[in-house]
C-alpha cells in the first residue's frame, strides 16, 4: 500500500512536471529511432503463393533472411495493422498468420523479445481479438499489449517537420529491430493503406489531425521510426470502402507477400499491385521529391517468386 | 453460539464478494462466473414490480419467487445474511458505539415508511409505473459499486503503478506485471462515469444515517425489505427463549428493533443477525423450526401487547397521502420525447424510462465508456439512465454488450446481426466547422472510421483552386447513428459531425428498428 501510494504521489510529479514543459529542458536534440540502413540481397522480393506463412518466410529469406535484420538478444518490434473490429477475411487488418510467421521468424534468429502492438481505431480489445492476431501472436511467443496513453514520447525533429512533438507510443521507438507489416487496402484520402500509413499506427493525440497535409506527415513520421523492414500483406487486398471494410465482396484474393527494406519502394510496388500509379499517391510523391526513398520500380532489383 | 454470528458475517462477505465480482466482470468479453443480472433476477421487488408495471412476465422471474419461498421458511435471511446493502449499512454500523434505545411505539413509527414506500410502489406499478428503483437497495449498490467504486479503484491503482514505472523507469517486469493486470482485471480502459458524485452521495447518506442509528434503512425505508417482512411474518424459523431472567440485553442490542419490551419479537423485521443468540448471558437464546401446534403458550416470556401487523400500520391519514403520493408522479410521465441517444434497440423513451431500473450494468459494460448515466439531460425521471455521450465513446458496430446484462430487458438482447442494423441517432454535418467544408482541406476523418460496409459517410470531390478536396456527405438511409465518427472528428470544442437521437416509431415491446443495408 505505502508503495503504491509513492507511485501515486511521483505519477502525480511527474505529470505536473510535464505539462510544465520542463521535459524539454532535458530532452536530447532529436529522439528519432537511430537508422540502420541494412540492405537486403535485393531491393524487393515479392512471392506469391497460397500458404500465407509460408509465403512471409520465403520472402524474408529472399532478402537475406531475419538473420540480417534480428541480431541474437534483441527487441523486436513487429506493428501490423490491428486497426478495426473485423475478422481477418475482410482484409481490413494484416493477416494473423503473416504476423504470426514473422515473430517465429524473428525467435529463430535469435530475438529476445518480440512485441506486437497497435493503436487500434476501434475498442482495443475487440481489435485484437477478432482480429486474429492476438491470438496468432501469443501462440508463437510474442509479447501482445495495449498502448497505454501515459507511456508515449513527444517526436523531436533535427529538422522542421509538422510532427514536431507528437506523441509516439515509447516501445516504438526503444527496440531494436522494427518490423513493419501493414495490409493492403483502399483508403478514402491516400486512395491506398500502405506501409508509410500503417506507421499511423504508433502516433497517440488526436490523430485526425495528421490527415491534414497527410503526405508530408507521413514521410516525417516514416523517417523518424525508419522501419528496418517493411512486409507488405497483400493475401487479401480490399479495394474499396476502406479503411475498415466490412464487404466480402470488396475483398480480393491475391496471395502475395512484399518484403523490402525501403518503405517508399515497397508502397511504390503495392500501389502499382493494386492498380495505381504510384505517384499519385501523395506520400509516395512526397517521400520520392524529398529523395526519402526511391519509386523507380523498373530501375529496382526485384526478386518476384512463386510457391 | 459463537458460531451463529461467525457464520453469517461469512456470509455477508462472501455475497458482498460476490456481487462486487459480479460487476467486476460485467465488462467484455463477459466470461465472468454468474451472468451479470444474477443478483436483479434474485430481487422479487424488482422483478415483481416491474412484470405489473409493464404487463408481462420477466426472464428468470422465477428466481426471485424462490427467494420469497425461503423468506417464508426462513423469514428475512436476505436482508441479514445476503443483502450487500445491507453488508455495508452494518459495517458503518459497527462505528456506533451510543446504544440508542427506542421504545416499542418508536420502533413501531420507525419501521412503518418503508411499507408505506412499498405500497406507493405497487399502487403505482397497477397503474403502469415502475418506481421500485428509486429505493431498491441492490439498485443503489451496484450503481455505486459499478460506476463509483471498481472506476475509482482501477483508476488508484493504474495511476500508482503508472507512478512507479515512471518515476523508477521500471519499464521491464514492473510494466509486464502492470500489463497482465490490465488483461486480467484492471481493464485497458479507465473509465469514467459523469456525475458519479451523485451516486455516491445518495449512498453516503444511507452509510451515515446506519452511523447514528444502526441499520437505519433497513427498518425505516428500504422497500425490498418490506415486501420480505410481508413474507417473513409466518416464517417457518423462530427466535426461542428458556430461562430468561430479564436482563434485557438482546433487546438493547437487537439493530433492527425487533425485541419489544415484552421481549416477544416482531418477526417480520428479524433479519437474523444473531445477535441475540450470541449475546445473551443465560445463552438460552436459539433460533429453531418451531411446530407450529406446540408453540402456543409454551414460550416463558409472556407474549407482549397485540401489535398490528405491518399492513394495517397504515391508517386512513397515511392511506390519503399515500393516494396523493402515488398520483405524483403521473405528472411527469407525459408523452416523453427523446431527448438523448439512448443505447441500441433500447425501447420507447417513455416504455424506457418506466422498464429501466438504472442499475448501471450497461454503462459498466459498455467497452468504449460511452455510456454514461444521464442526471437532467433526459428529465427529471430519466435520472441515472443510460445515455450515449458520443464525446467519451461511440457505439461499437459489432457490440452488444448492453442488451446482454440488462436485467430487465430495457435493453433488448440483439444477435449482431441485428445489432449492425439498429439505428440509435442520425449524423449531421456541420458545414460551418467541418475542415472540409470550412478551411477547404482534406480531412475524411469521420468517413474513415464509419463501420457500415457500404459507408453511410459519402465523399464528394470538389476542385477548389489547383486541389482536389474531398467532403463528406451523410447517406441517412445507411447512417446508424453510432456516433464513431462525432467521437473521432477532430474539430474542437464542438465537433463538426453530430449524431441527434431520432424518434423511433416502433411499437411496445417490438424488436430493434432496422434498416437496409
Redesign the interface.
Known amino acids: 500500500m505505502k508503495?503504491?501510494?509513492?507511485?501515486?504521489?511521483?505519477?502525480?510529479f511527474?505529470e505536473l512536471f510535464s505539462r510544465a514543459g520542463l521535459s524539454h529542458v532535458f530532452a536530447a536534440k532529436s529522439n528519432a529511432r537511430p537508422k540502420k540502413n541494412i540492405k537486403g540481397f535485393h531491393d524487393l522480393v515479392v512471392v506469391k503463393g497460397a500458404d500465407p506463412a509460408l509465403i512471409t518466410r520465403k520472402a524474408v529469406e529472399g532478402l537475406g533472411g531475419m538473420e540480417k535484420f534480428v541480431k541474437k538478444g534483441s527487441v523486436v518490434v513487429i506493428k501490423p495493422n490491428i486497426a478495426w473490429?473485423r475478422a481477418p477475411e475482410y482484409a481490413a487488418n494484416t493477416n494473423p498468420e503473416v504476423v504470426a510467421a514473422l515473430v517465429q521468424m524473428c525467435y529463430e534468429a535469435g530475438a529476445k523479445r518480440v512485441n506486437v502492438f497497435d493503436i487500434p481505431?476501434?475498442?482495443?480489445?475487440?481489435c485484437y481479438?477478432?482480429s486474429g492476431i492476438k491470438k496468432a501472436a501469443l501462440e508463437k511467443g510474442a509479447?501482445v499489449?495495449?498502448c497505454?496513453s501515459?507511456n508515449f514520447v513527444k517526436a523531436a525533429f533535427t529538422y522542421k517537420s509538422p510532427m514536431e512533438g507528437w506523441p509516439i507510443f515509447?516501445d516504438a521507438i526503444e527496440c531494436d529491430t522494427f518490423i513493419n507489416c501493414p495490409v493492403l487496402k483502399h483508403?478514402?484520402?491516400t486512395e491506398l493503406t500502405l506501409s508509410m500509413k500503417n506507421l499511423m499506427g504508433v502516433c497517440g493525440g488526436?490523430r485526425?489531425?495528421i490527415?491534414?497535409?497527410?503526405a508530408r506527415k507521413l514521410v516525417d513520421i516514416t523517417d523518424f521510426i525508419s522501419p528496418d523492414l517493411t512486409v507488405i500483406d497483400a493475401y487479401r487486398i480490399l479495394t474499396r470502402?476502406g479503411?475498415?471494410?466490412?464487404?466480402l465482396k470488396?475483398v480480393n484474393l491475391a496471395r502475395t507477400i512484399i518484403a523490402g527494406t525501403d518503405p517508399t519502394l515497397a508502397d511504390a510496388y503495392a500501389a502499382k499491385f493494386a492498380g495505381k500509379e504510384p505517384m499519385t499517391i501523395s506520400y509516395i510523391k512526397e517521400a520520392v521529391q524529398r529523395k526519402f526513398g526511391s519509386a523507380d520500380i523498373s530501375a529496382a532489383d526485384i526478386l518476384e517468386v512463386n510457391v | 453460539m459463537k458460531k451463529a454470528v461467525i457464520a453469517k458475517r461469512i456470509s455477508q462477505f462472501i455475497f458482498l464478494s460476490i456481487f462486487i465480482y459480479i460487476l467486476w466482470s460485467t465488462t467484455y468479453p463477459l466470461t465472468g462466473l454468474f451472468p451479470a443480472e444474477t443478483f436483479f433476477k434474485l430481487n422479487p421487488l424488482i422483478m415483481i414490480i416491474t412484470s405489473i408495471s409493464e404487463r408481462l412476465i420477466l426472464a428468470g422471474i422465477i428466481f426471485s419467487f424462490v427467494m420469497l419461498l425461503l423468506t417464508l421458511i426462513f423469514g428475512r435471511f436476505f436482508c441479514g445474511w445476503v443483502c450487500p446493502l445491507g453488508t455495508m449499512i452494518d459495517i458503518a454500523g459497527y462505528f456506533n458505539r451510543g446504544r440508542r434505545q427506542l421504545t416499542d411505539a418508536q420502533n413501531r413509527k420507525l419501521r412503518s415508511p418503508k411499507f408505506f414506500i412499498l405500497s406507493v410502489v405497487f399502487i403505482a406499478s397497477l397503474f403502469g409505473l415502475q418506481i421500485a428503483w428509486i429505493l431498491d437497495p441492490m439498485v443503489i449498490s451496484a450503481r455505486l459499486v459499478s460506476l463509483n467504486l471498481i472506476p475509482t479503484m482501477t483508476l488508484l491503482i493504474n495511476r500508482s503503478l503508472e507512478g512507479l514505472i515512471k518515476t523508477f523507469g521500471l519499464y521491464g517486469w514492473l510494466y509486464d506485471f502492470y500489463r497482465s493486470l490490465q488483461t486480467s482485471f484492471l481493464g485497458v480502459k479507465i473509465r469514467f462515469f459523469a456525475h458519479s458524485i451523485v451516486i455516491f452521495l445518495f449512498f453516503y447518506a444511507i452509510i451515515v444515517w446506519a452511523v447514528y442509528l444502526k441499520r437505519s434503512w433497513c427498518r425505516g425505508l428500504c422497500p425490498l425489505g418490506a415486501l420480505y417482512a410481508f413474507f417473513a411474518k409466518p416464517a417457518l424459523l423462530k427466535r426461542k427463549v428458556e430461562k430468561c431472567n430479564r436482563c434485557m440485553k438482546c433487546k438493547t442490542d437487537c439493530r433492527m428493533g425487533a425485541i419489544k419490551d415484552g421481549l416477544d419479537y416482531v418477526r417480520s423485521e428479524c433479519v437474523l443477525c444473531m445477535d441475540c443468540v450470541y449475546d445473551c448471558p443465560q445463552k438460552s437464546t436459539s433460533f429453531v423450526f418451531a411446530d407450529k401446534k406446540k408453540e402456543d403458550n409454551k414460550g416463558e416470556i409472556e407474549k407482549g401487547p397485540i401489535e398490528k401487523g405491518p399492513a394495517s400500520g397504515i391508517s386512513r391519514r397515511n392511506f390519503l397521502a399515500l393516494a396523493f403520493f402515488s398520483l405524483f408522479p403521473f405528472n411527469s410521465q407525459m408523452p416523453a420525447r427523446q431527448k438523448v441517444i439512448r443505447p441500441p434497440a433500447a425501447l420507447k423513451e417513455e416504455e424506457f424510462l418506466n422498464r429501466c431500473i438504472r442499475c448501471g450494468n450497461c454503462m459498466k459494460v459498455c467497452i468504449t465508456n460511452g455510456l454514461q448515466p444521464a442526471l437532467l439531460q433526459a428529465g427529471l425521471s430519466g435520472i441515472w439512465t443510460p445515455h450515449l455521450v458520443p464525446e467519451i465513446g461511440y457505439c461499437e458496430y459489432r457490440c452488444t454488450l448492453c442488451g446482454n446484462v440488462c436485467p430487465t430487458q430495457a435493453i433488448p438482447k440483439l444477435t449482431v446481426e441485428e445489432k449492425v442494423r439498429t439505428r440509435l441517432g442520425l449524423a449531421k454535418i456541420d458545414r460551418k466547422t467541418c475542415i472540409p467544408w470550412k478551411k477547404k482541406k482534406n480531412c475524411i476523418v469521420c468517413e474513415e472510421h464509419c463501420p457500415i460496409p457500404n459507408k453511410a459517410i459519402k465523399l464528394k470531390k470538389f476542385k477548389i483552386g489547383d486541389k482536389i478536396v474531398l467532403r463528406p456527405y451523410i447517406n441517412q438511409d445507411l447512417c446508424t447513428g453510432c456516433a464513431i465518427c462525432q467521437t473521432k472528428c477532430p474539430v474542437r470544442p464542438d465537433r463538426a459531425i453530430k449524431v441527434y437521437p431520432v424518434k423511433v416509431t416502433h411499437g411496445k415491446n417490438q424488436g430493434p428498428v432496422s434498416i437496409k443495408i
Open positions: 508503495i503504491l501510494s509513492v507511485g501515486f504521489l511521483s505519477g502525480i511527474l473490429d481505431c476501434n475498442s482495443p480489445e475487440r481479438e477478432n509479447k499489449y495495449f497505454d501515459w515509447r483508403h478514402g484520402l488526436s485526425g489531425l490527415h491534414i497535409d497527410i470502402h479503411p475498415s471494410g466490412g464487404d470488396d
